[in-house]
């Protein structure tokens, strides 16, 4: 069974940081993409940042310079860093991961884990 869980989010002022964590397990992380994802209230969901297999990573325009994506493979492990965060950046970030190297589609999703920030 393939279980991904987020960490990390929380409240934090505008200016601030935070580094989200995604642990995966049940699936063969090494040979996976992963991405992190958000969905504002109201808002469809976004994809943030991903990171492939190989270790590049793309980022979507609003989080370029601010954010960056790394992945651990020995601890099947994912990570999310977000700095000079914004209010707009409040959201659900979810971790996904798929095994394609092509498509925007993911196979796997976490249960999210709420970024707050305040102005």
């Given amino acids: 069974q393939v279980q991904l869980v987020e960490s990390g989010g929380g409240l934090v002022q505008a200016g601030g ?6 642990v995966a397990s049940g699936l063969t992380f090494s040979r996976c993409n992963m991405g ?3 969905q504002a209230p109201g808002k469809e969901r976004e994809v943030v940042a991903a ?5 590049g990573s793309t980022f979507t325009d609003s989080v370029k ?3 960056t994506i790394s992945r651990e493979n ?3 492990t994912v990570y999310l860093q977000m700095n000079s965060l914004k ?7 979810y971790c996904a991961a798929k095994y394609s190297s ?7 999703w976490g249960q999210g884990t709420q970024v707050t920030v305040s102005s």
Wanted: with cysteine; glycine share 12%; hydrophobic share 30%.
């Fill in 17 to 22: 940081s935070l580094r989200l964590s995604c």
């Fill in 102 to 108: 092509y498509g925007i589609n993911y196979d796997y």
């Fill in 36 to 38: 992190w994802f958000r």
């Fill in 74 to 76: 020995a601890k099947n």
């Fill in 87 to 93: 209010p707009e950046d409040t959201a659900v970030y």
């Fill in 65 to 67: 310079g601010r954010f």
């Fill in 51 to 55: 990171i492939g297999r190989s270790g």
